[in-house]
């Protein structure tokens, strides 16, 4: 009888926290937390990595300091907010996490803002060069290879074959060159400590490969081709071209993803300049593009 008895009791603790879940479950959307604060945002967006229900979302992000803090850090999205480049802000925000067991990702949070408290035309100072942390760099973006390969036609290959190996900027100065190709067309110059050195615009363009030179089929890429293109490497300000490369794209590649780009350029006439003796007939060189280093 008291067997009974107890298995009666566990069977209704058991139903009351079932209930007690499932009423948890069918309340639907909630506000868990909410708060308001003061934000300065810069007058520029800048590249950065936010992360959302796990996943690492690479975009032009707001850069903010909050409250008195003298740190800028990356924004995502702020409802209502109608940003205009070139100003720096002071605006009133509030934060407020949602918790709705009926969604996919049930726990997220939203930015609204509440006031413009001002609003000045001015370039915002000592800002970051980007808000990527360094194992985006060397996980998902692409990292030029600076063991480029080349081919020679000339008289005298050897003079030519030396000058490439020993002319340190063929391998960008002992530096390291990361391109993003996906939603946001952006290069980085980091050193061997991840420091940024430099940092600018990629500039995508479409080519027919008619438009590529000759001195190219000595060097052919190493699988079956999609698509032609070129990259142009710019400041951010100035617009000035840093490099400019001819693309061939892998037909197992989508677009330009980050696997099977290959940058191409033609030296031919820089060497016919340089060593007019030696009968220069074609010189090209290829660079490889993979994840990471």
Not at 150 to 170: F, H, P, R, S, V
Not at 220 to 237: H, T
Request: hydrophobic share 35%; aromatic share 14%; net charge negative.
């Amino acid at each position: 009888m008291k067997s009974h008895f107890l298995k009666l009791q566990f069977i209704l603790l058991v139903s009351l926290l079932m209930c007690a879940c499932t009423d948890d479950n069918e309340e639907g959307k909630k506000v868990t937390d909410y708060s308001e604060y003061t934000l300065t945002v810069a007058s520029v967006k800048l590249p950065g990595v936010l992360t959302s229900s796990g996943n690492n979302i690479f975009a032009n992000v707001y850069a903010v300091k909050k409250d008195n803090s003298n740190e800028w850090e990356a924004h995502g999205d702020i409802a209502k907010f109608e940003y205009e480049e070139g100003y720096e802000y002071l605006i009133r925000i509030s934060k407020t996490s949602y918790l709705d067991y009926s969604m996919g990702d049930p726990a997220w949070t939203e930015y609204e803002l509440l006031e413009v408290i001002s609003k000045e035309h001015k370039d915002s100072e000592n800002l970051p060069p980007h808000f990527i942390p360094n194992w985006y760099f060397e996980k998902h973006c692409s990292y030029i290879n600076p063991e480029f390969a080349y081919a020679i036609d000339a008289d005298k290959k050897e003079d030519i074959e030396n000058d490439l190996k020993t002319d340190g900027t063929y391998k960008f100065g002992g530096l390291r060159y990361y391109i993003t190709i996906s939603n946001v067309n952006k290069w980085f110059l980091l050193d061997d400590d991840m420091h940024t050195v430099g940092h600018g615009i990629l500039i995508r363009k479409s080519k027919e490969s008619m438009e590529f030179p000759e001195t190219y089929k000595l060097l052919p890429p190493e699988s079956k081709i999609a698509g032609y293109g070129e990259f142009v490497f710019v400041n951010d300000d100035t617009e000035d071209p840093i490099m400019q490369y001819d693309v061939f794209i892998s037909a197992n590649s989508r677009m330009y993803q980050t696997m099977g780009v290959w940058l191409y350029k033609d030296l031919t006439a820089y060497y016919q300049s340089k060593y007019p003796e030696a009968n220069v007939k074609a010189v090209a060189i290829r660079y490889t593009t993979k994840i990471g280093s």
